[in-house]
């Protein structure tokens, strides 16, 4: 880290135990990413309650290149957690994902969805349940009416747009997940 990291504690006595396990759980933060600029933690017990026991909050701001990552875990609203060691961790597990998030995108390793390829409808032999389309490339894959989503084999027309997923058949390319679309298609 470029600065030291920073605790405090609020409205509860400084904790030699604590302090160790949140020094712990930063330097493994340090070792998934070494350009991590700075790290303030702040453990509070903002109300103190006879009856329902102490609350705690952590919080932890995350300085990176690029940003700030920012946690707040609250024992009295996460789940009950009342053991301020165990809030602690899950705070440190919620920066962690945030952080290979954070680094993900920095990478450029996001997550992309790929459209489906389209093709249209070449032949249909409805009787016989199956087809065929011609995707972009100008090739012919077979499908069967079991591959059309929703049931929608008969409302299928030759020329038709549909999306479809390619899979290897037994005598060749097949298409599965076929779906139509377009503006009469019911998505």
Do not use: W
């Not at 962690?96 to 390793?109: A, E, M, S, T, Y």
């Amino acid at each position: 880290m470029q600065r030291p990291l920073q605790v405090a504690f609020h409205n509860l006595p400084h904790s030699e135990a604590i302090e160790a396990r949140i020094a712990a759980q930063a330097a493994t933060l340090e070792s998934c990413y070494d350009r991590i600029q700075g790290c303030r933690v702040v453990v509070d017990q903002p109300h103190r309650h006879r009856k329902d026991g102490n609350a705690f909050q952590v919080r932890i701001d995350l300085t990176v290149p690029g940003g700030e990552l920012v946690v707040k875990r609250d024992s009295s609203t996460d789940r009950g957690t009342e053991d301020l060691d165990a809030l602690v961790l899950e705070a440190f597990d919620d920066l962690r994902r945030q952080l290979d998030d954070h680094v993900g995108r920095l990478r450029g390793h996001v997550k992309t969805h790929e459209t489906p390829p389209h093709a249209r409808i070449l032949r249909l032999f409805p009787e016989q349940g199956y087809g065929f389309l011609e995707t972009v490339d100008g090739r012919e894959i077979y499908f069967h009416r079991n591959s059309v989503m929703n049931g929608d084999f008969v409302r299928l027309a030759v020329g038709a747009e549909v999306a479809f997923v390619e899979e290897d058949g037994d005598r060749g390319p097949q298409a599965s997940t076929v779906r139509p679309v377009g503006r009469h298609s019911h998505q």
